[in-house]
């Protein structure tokens, strides 16, 4: 058992300190002596705040193994050198949690205060993380009753502030917690790391230009988290000098071509200080290189998250022909999250030829191969893979940590998802299909929805229901699959690519069928023109990629779901070759 916290809230000030102090070096008792000697003797962690009243809190998280000088030196010496202090100091309703634990050592302490860090950024009532740095940990004596321990003692901060410190489930359905830099990396991913912080340095150092490291790797390899951990370091200026010399006053900028990712990464920044508003070092390719010269001075790092969504053709304000390309004109260094399963579009296609060549032309190509998104057993993993990259349906494992299930029926499969999504046990669970069905930006003539349609089941495509002012408020911010009413519609790739799912399910439309024992790509099926289109080549030649970009959507909504996946298929004969896998599977455990 891992014992309890001791959690102690007062006001922010020198005062409420010494109360503190004399109550519990005055404890009588064995056990207010004991929670004396664990908040004055032992490591503490502690949560410092402003902004209750408004429900939009500024929040300080830190350690120490000693939380008297600590606390003072705050109050008298940090106030006078930084702002954040200072506006922590001054504020009339500021107020500190000080948390102690009979296993706290060193170690423990700086894992908690990682953690902290990490599901406040979950939290929608923070408006401002002022940390400067993280310091997860690798094993120490003890480690193991981490989990449980800072449970116990988050669940004591809710005793005190439900809004700050909300539920579990609610803090990890938030997309900022899921790409947030405060993960624990694995030992792939801080060699990964390391290797780019080195390239770097080494570039600005040599004065370089148009250095490319790819980072590459199936859905769910951890490619987002290594970036935003990359994002924070560089971009805080105190962590990036913490974390290698020579990348003072370093010129950043973090890119994506998604629109619900941008919206994230532009929380990220704003929640952690690393830029004072949206559109500071964050922003979509496309506004990046239109405002910047290739001419003009380089800036020293460009990230690229999603990085195969860049467009490999000219498209609306982009005049160019290849957005990698010009990013390279205009930094030291690109490193890009790349993986060619994930190309949905004509105008993200890279020919064969064309990705042998940005490999062999890549200064590094880094390979990020353990998955981190289905806690799945490999034989499942690879049963995905056989789906999509052999075209075959095999029967479907036994895996006691990931479940597959098969659906007759489209009401079914959205009834056993809202289920899901309903259940305080289980995380953000939602349905998708594949872009099937019409779907324009624009609401249609008779002011009714694009929706998608089998038979008698009809529910909205994404990003059509209408919220009121206050709703509108509370969601700014928040990807399509964090807001609740989400549930009432259907996830696309527009909407769902680069993020998780609890329970994933797929509609697999018509565009997917079932021939001669193999899955068959029908793009007459499809309603998306931008993958059914044909593709002008490098040598001008016009040419069909649509059955190779469709395998890549299924790809991608195949691959959402962190501990199930739940499957309907429109074509008759693909659904009952799954219903029959199934079925297999079943009987041969039965």
């Known amino acids: ?66 939380i008297r000088s600590r606390t003072v030196q705050h109050l008298r010496a940090d106030i006078l050198v930084r702002e954040d202090w200072k506006g922590l100091a001054d504020a009339p309703d500021a107020q500190m949690y000080v948390i102690g634990h009979e296993h706290f050592t060193k170690s423990m302490t700086l894992d908690v205060e990682n953690r902290l860090m990490h599901w406040l950024k979950g939290s929608d009532a923070v408006v401002r993380l002022h940390n400067r740095k993280h310091n997860p940990q690798n094993d120490y004596y003890s480690r193991d009753l981490l989990d449980e321990t800072f449970r116990d003692a988050w669940n004591q ?49 040599s004065r370089a230009m148009g250095q490319l490291i790819l980072v590459e790797g199936s859905a769910g390899t951890g490619k987002t988290v290594l970036l935003s951990s990359l994002f924070y370091d560089l971009f805080m200026e105190d962590v990036a000098r913490d974390v290698m010399s020579g990348l003072d006053d370093l010129d950043a900028w973090l890119l994506v071509n998604h629109d619900q990712q941008l919206t994230v990464y532009e ?9 004072r508003r949206a559109g500071d070092r964050v922003s979509k390719p496309t506004r990046f290189i239109n405002g910047r010269d290739e001419d003009a001075d380089p800036v020293d790092v460009v990230l690229v998250d999603e990085a195969h969504l860049l467009w490999t053709q000219g498209k609306q304000s982009y005049r160019g022909t290849n957005q990698l390309a010009d990013l ?3 930094a030291r260094v690109v490193v890009a999250i790349f993986d060619p399963q994930q190309m949905v579009a004509t105008n993200q296609y890279w020919e064969p030829d064309q990705l042998r060549e940005l490999r062999d032309g890549a200064t590094q190509v880094i390979e990020l191969d353990e998955q981190m998104r289905m806690t799945s057993s490999e034989a499942t993993y690879l049963w995905v893979r056989h789906l999509v990259d052999d075209r075959r349906v095999d029967e479907i494992p036994d895996d006691p940590d990931y479940d597959v299930k098969v659906f007759d029926d489209p009401h079914a499969l959205y ?47 994404n990003l059509q229901l209408d919220y009121d002012a206050a709703e509108r408020r509370d969601l700014r911010g928040r990807s399509w699959a964090e807001r609740p009413r989400s549930i009432d519609e259907v996830g696309s790739t527009f909407t769902v690519q680069g993020f998780d799912l609890d329970y994933a399910g797929v509609i697999i439309g018509p565009s997917v069928t079932y021939r ?75």
Request: with cysteine.
């Open 1 to 66: 058992m891992a014992g309890k916290a001791f959690v102690r809230r007062i006001p922010f000030h020198e005062r409420a300190l010494t109360e503190l102090v004399e109550q519990l070096q005055g404890a009588r008792s064995a056990a207010e002596q004991r929670l004396a000697r664990h908040l004055l003797d032992f490591p503490t962690v502690y949560v410092v705040h402003k902004g209750a009243a408004a429900g939009r809190y500024e929040v300080y998280v830190g350690e120490t193994s000693d």
């Open 157 to 205: 901060l809710r005793g005190h502030d439900r809004h700050l410190f909300p539920t579990e489930k609610i803090v990890r359905e938030s997309a900022l917690f899921k790409a947030s830099p405060f993960h624990k990396l694995t030992q792939q991913q801080l060699a990964a790391k390391a290797r780019i912080h080195d390239a770097i340095v080494e570039a600005r150092a």
């Open 267 to 275: 929380q990220i920044a704003l929640k952690l200080g690393l830029a």
């Open 328 to 330: 390279r004109r205009r």
């Open 415 to 461: 009834a056993a998802i809202r289920a899901k999504a309903a259940d305080e046990e289980h995380g953000l669970s939602r349905l998708t299909a594949t872009f099937d069905w019409e779907f324009v930006e624009k609401r249609r003539v008779d002011g009714k929805t694009w929706d998608v349609v089998i038979d008698t089941f009809r529910v909205p495509w």
């Open 516 to 590: 001669d024992g193999q899955i068959v790509f029908d793009p007459s099926a499809s309603a998306n023109r931008n993958a059914t289109k044909r593709r002008t080549l490098a040598n001008g030649t016009k040419v069909a990629v649509a059955e190779h970009l469709l395998r890549n959507e299924l790809n991608v909504l195949l691959t959402r779901g962190v501990r199930g996946l739940y499957l309907y298929a429109v074509d008759r004969e693909l659904r009952e070759a799954l219903l029959g896998a199934q079925r297999s599977s079943t009987c041969r455990l039965s």
